[in-house]
């Protein structure tokens, strides 16, 4: 077939046409969490997040200023929460930032303890035990009165879920 400008646009109306569906194919395929790139936040310091944070039935992690970390009952990040361990031990934390914002890095290097959530869904996938080490990426966040929040996506991407710690008051605050 001879191509004319008639058969040429159409060729291309066509394959746009295409590549416009696939677009939006691939746009419901992708969950919030997928693409997550962080919160924007760049004015927390380390002092700051210093401290016990806690969560839902018993989490707590104490996130020390000379970067050591104590953990109690942490669960996994995406697909490993569904397994249902809860980790506790020690371990170290920073404070990073980026273009897109700042995350704590918390990594389990001494595990002490294995709890199992009561409705975890997944086996390992190795039908083994809870990993030994571990690591946590939390994106770092301000709620509305500007106190930090730190979270994680946790189960599958597409549910956007996330895992919320927030900061206990120090001792030494006025209440």
């Known amino acids: 077939m001879k191509t004319t400008r008639g058969n040429a646009l159409r060729g291309l109306r066509r394959h746009g046409a295409v590549a416009a569906l696939l677009a939006a194919l691939t ?9 997550y790139e962080g919160t924007d936040v760049h004015d927390a310091t380390a002092a700051e997040v210093a401290g016990t944070w806690k969560s839902t ?9 000379d970067g050591t970390a104590t953990v ?12 249902g361990w809860r980790l506790s ?20 290097t001494t595990r002490t303890k294995v709890d199992k959530r009561a409705d975890a ?23 509305e009165q500007r106190g930090l929040v730190l979270f994680f996506f946790f189960g599958d991407p597409d549910a956007g879920s996330t895992y919320v710690l927030t900061r206990e008051p120090s001792a030494t605050a006025a209440p």
């Open 27 to 35: 746009g419901c395929l992708a969950g919030p969490a997928q693409y």
């Open 57 to 65: 039935e018993g989490t707590a992690m104490t996130l020390r200023p």
């Open 72 to 83: 109690t009952r942490l669960d996994g990040v995406a697909f490993d929460f569904d397994e």
């Open 121 to 143: 869904t997944t086996p390992p996938p190795d039908g083994g035990d809870a990993p030994t080490t571990y690591g946590w990426h939390f994106f770092v966040d301000r709620d």
């Open 89 to 108: 031990g020690t371990g170290t934390w920073s404070l990073s930032d980026d273009a897109n914002g700042q995350d704590v890095r918390l990594e389990l």
